[in-house]
């Protein structure tokens, strides 16, 4: 199952919260009562000016305006009442609440307008993260899955983390990545990896052919010059490729310099380190390397948890880092969704405020007794 914790979304905008609206009125009520009643040196006419600023903060232009307009019916009662509205401390005291309301009635339409903009790109991020990062199928053969991504900014819904499966005549392929950056930038290049590797996961016949098509798909030239993009080493991918068998208990493994899988099995963490990784992606041009897959064992009931930089690179208020393979070990064991969703709030809760400092994905595969 894929996970993406949700974001609050945005109350309807120019909805006033109804509760709030008892403030201002009652605001305007007592200051009018108490200020009629107080003595003729004393003038608390001054007070109105918060309800209409107090509306401003929750509520649209419209209810702004109106509450302004109460509170200003108000001031000319009480000069009505205590001397005559031409007085000329009342009519300071009018025309002084008359600009501070529409000041705020302009303040609550520009915060409309802000509000609406925020929804519009609300609704963009969370269709691009549609198109770019696919929920996982549950099931795929004989493999339960799930995945969660946590994004580091509060308004994000995707950034430079990646991840992705697909079926072969033969088995499942996987991939988690980790795009060096971040913004729009990093979704760019996440998205051409993740096209390079569904136009081409089910197509070559071995895994290093597969990395190697997803090398020259980041190491190609966008722009049609000759020149690969930007410096040496200012663009990279982390990435861990997977190809994972229907009929054999394996895992063939290539990791392009991203935090090596870790395989649980019967109260086990085991990392699954390569003997040969390869550098990330993007780079291996500078280096005279190849790309060897290394087979570990994989069998019924084993999970296999894949996760990106930000996880294990999680600090406490102390500066300490999550501790990924303990807290796994903890996991009682009931499936991959149960795993991510006991990693995901742990990870959370050592996190300052639940707030990561930087985007964290995590997939968990289970191999499932029976075959497909």
Known sequence: MDHRPPHPSLR?????????????????AAVTVVDVLAPPDVHLGPFLVAAPAVTASFAGPWMTGFVGAVAVAAQVTVAVVRT????LNHTFQIIALVLISIFVTVFAHLREV???????????????????????????????????????????QIGGDL???????????????????????AV???????????????????????????????????????EPAGEPGEAFTTAAVLDIPDREMTVRLISCGHPPPLLLR????????????????????????????????????DVILLYTDGVIEA?????????????????????????????????LAHS????????????????VAGGA
């Open 188 to 226: 760019g290049d996440a998205a051409l990896v993740l096209g390079a590797f569904r136009a081409a996961a089910h197509q070559e016949a071995d895994l290093p052919t597969l990395v190697a098509h997803l090398e020259a798909a980041v190491a190609a030239d966008p722009d049609g010059t000759g």
């Open 84 to 87: 005559t509205a031409t007085d």
């Open 315 to 347: 600090r406490d208020a102390e500066g300490a880092f999550y501790p990924l393979s303990e807290r796994a070990a903890d996991w009682p064991g009931d499936g991959p969704d149960a795993l991510l969703r006991h990693l995901c709030a742990d990870l």
């Open 114 to 156: 802000h509000e609406k903009q925020l929804t519009q790109l609300r609704s963009v991020a969370e269709a691009a993260q549609e198109v770019v990062l696919r929920p996982l199928r549950d099931r795929m053969g004989p493999l339960r899955l799930a995945s969660v991504y946590l994004a580091a900014e509060a308004e994000a």
């Open 12 to 28: 309807h905008v120019g909805e006033p919260r109804l509760p709030l609206l008892a403030v201002p009125f009652a605001l305007i």
């Open 163 to 185: 991840y992705a499966a697909t079926r072969t005549p033969n088995g499942t392929r996987l991939i988690i990545g980790d795009v060096r950056g971040k913004g729009l930038e």
């Open 352 to 367: 300052p405020g639940g707030n990561l400092g930087d985007d964290a994905a995590m997939v968990a595969i289970e191999r």
């Open 266 to 301: 019967g109260g086990r963490v085991i990392p699954l380190e390569v003997d040969h990784p390869a550098p990330p992606l993007g780079l291996t041009r500078y280096v005279d390397t190849g790309f060897a897959p290394q087979s570990f064992s994989f069998e019924p009931g």
